[in-house]
C-alpha cells in the first residue's frame, strides 16, 4: 500500500556539517515528492520538490536525491545551521486522480552549536 | 500577500459541540486541503477542494464536513465534536495538484 516512511525519527548534527534525512517511499507510482520543513507551533514549510523524471535537484543549500529503483528519496542540507533545526517531512503524490498527498512521519533534525 | 490564514489558533471544545474552523488564501489558488496531524505523527488529509464548489474526501473525512463557496475560503465544520478530533488542524492551498502546498499556521483544537 501506499506509505512513506523515515529510516531515522532523529538526527543531530554540529553547526556547519552537511545533513542527509532520508525517505522511503513504497508506491513506485508517485511521480511527484516534497520536503517541508515544520518549526514548533508553526505549519509546513517548503523546501524542495522532485518530479519522477529527475533524479536530483538544488536549491540553495538544499539537494534532493530521488532513487526511483529502490524508491529512496533524500534531503541533503549544506552547512547546517541552528535555524535549520526542526522536523522535516517528506511527502509524495501518486500518480494519476487522487490530490493526495502522503505524508511521512517526519525526522527532528537537531543542531548544535 | 497574508498567505493562508486560518482562525482561531486555539480552541477549546466541550464533547457533543460544534465549531467552524476558518481557512482563507489570498493567493487565487484553486486547490485547498485539510489535514489533521496528531503529536508525532505526519498529517493527515481530511477533505480537499480543487475549486469553488467542489469538495471531496480524503483519507479520514468521517466527523467533519467542508463547503467551498468561493475561491478564497475553505471552512472546516465538526458537527459533534469528539475527544478522538483532539489535534492540530491545517490549511493549505495549491495552484496545481502537482505544486507545493502552502500551509497556514495551524488550529490547535481540545476536546475535552
Known amino acids: 500500500g501506499e506509505s512513506v516512511g523515515l529510516h531515522l525519527p532523529t538526527l543531530s548534527v554540529q553547526e556547519g556539517d552537511n545533513s542527509i534525512i532520508n525517505c522511503a517511499y513504497s508506491?513506485?507510482?508517485?511521480?511527484?515528492f516534497i520536503w517541508y520543513k515544520q518549526e514548533s507551533g508553526k505549519g509546513p514549510q517548503f523546501i524542495i520538490d522532485?518530479?519522477?523524471?529527475?533524479d536530483k535537484r538544488q536549491g540553495q543549500r538544499v539537494t534532493v536525491l530521488l532513487n526511483k529503483t529502490v524508491k529512496h528519496l533524500s534531503l541533503q542540507i549544506a552547512a547546517t545551521q541552528p535555524g535549520d533545526s526542526a522536523v522535516y517531512f517528506c511527502?509524495?503524490?501518486?500518480?494519476?486522480?487522487?490530490?493526495?498527498?502522503?505524508f511521512g512521519k517526519g525526522t527532528k533534525l537537531t543542531v548544535n552549536p | 500577500n497574508a498567505g493562508v490564514t486560518q482562525t482561531p489558533k486555539f480552541r477549546i471544545l466541550k464533547i457533543g459541540q460544534s465549531m467552524t474552523l476558518q481557512c482563507a488564501q489570498d493567493?487565487?489558488?484553486?486547490?485547498m486541503y485539510w489535514y489533521r496531524q496528531d503529536p508525532g505523527m505526519g498529517l493527515k488529509l481530511i477533505y480537499y477542494?480543487?475549486?469553488?464548489?467542489?469538495?471531496d474526501k480524503g483519507e479520514v473525512p468521517n466527523g467533519y464536513n467542508v463547503s467551498r463557496s468561493t475561491t478564497e475560503d475553505f471552512p472546516l465544520r465538526l458537527e459533534l465534536a469528539a475527544p478522538s478530533q483532539t489535534s492540530v488542524y491545517f490549511c493549505?492551498?495549491?495552484?496545481?495538484?502537482?505544486?507545493?502546498?502552502?500551509f497556514g499556521d495551524g488550529t490547535r483544537l481540545s476536546i475535552l
Open positions: 493549505a492551498s495549491s495552484s496545481l495538484s502537482n505544486q507545493p502546498q502552502h
Open positions: 508506491n513506485s507510482a508517485s511521480d511527484y
Open positions: 522532485i518530479r519522477s523524471n529527475m
Open positions: 511527502a509524495e503524490k501518486p500518480q494519476g486522480g487522487s490530490e493526495k498527498l502522503v
Open positions: 493567493m487565487n489558488h484553486n486547490y
Open positions: 477542494s480543487v475549486g469553488a464548489g467542489i469538495t
